[in-house]
């Protein structure tokens, strides 16, 4: 009898666990219609966000980081030089490379962008969601930080 309770929790934890993972998945989704990235590709997206997130960086080790060759990198970065989103200054060190960065432009669009999802959401849990339900999912939301803090 406790093998069969055991089963029943796996498989509701299963089921509990692709109902979140399409969930989230929706939701990204939605918070970046929100964000307007435009154009903007993922590998694009990627690179602003590691610039943003570890600061300052050549090429070579965006690409390493991004898990790329070289090679492949360069045309990701000019695409973002040429929308004015990212910009490059000789390394001091190495004056063969360049030390890329995001351009004000482009941290005033990542600060729209976040304004942006952050009001889409607000409005959107005010409209759907009474008092009592954002009360839950506070709660929901406090039980789903423990699976993720270390």
């Known amino acids: 009898m406790n093998s069969g309770l055991h089963s029943d929790q796996s498989l509701r934890a299963s089921v509990l666990a692709q ?3 399409a969930l989230f998945g929706k939701l ?5 219609e929100q964000g307007q990235t435009g154009d903007l590709t993922p590998s694009q997206i ?3 966000l590691r610039l ?3 600061g300052p960086a050549t090429a070579s080790s965006l690409a390493r980081a991004e898990g790329m060759r070289p090679q492949s990198i360069v045309p990701v970065i000019a695409a973002l030089e040429s929308a004015g989103l990212v ?5 001091p060190a190495d004056g063969r490379q360049t030390i890329l960065s995001l351009t ?3 941290r005033k669009r990542f600060a729209q962008g976040r304004a942006a999802r952050q009001d889409w959401l607000t409005r959107t849990l005010q409209a759907r969601l009474s008092p009592q339900e954002q009360s839950k999912l506070a709660e929901a939301v ?9």
């Open 52 to 54: 943003e997130k570890d």
């Open 19 to 21: 109902d979140l993972r």
């Open 104 to 106: 004000e432009a482009c």
């Open 87 to 91: 910009g490059g200054k000789p390394d």
């Open 28 to 32: 990204k989704r939605r918070l970046r």
């Open 142 to 150: 406090a039980l789903l930080q423990r699976l993720v803090d270390d």
């Open 46 to 48: 990627s690179v602003l």
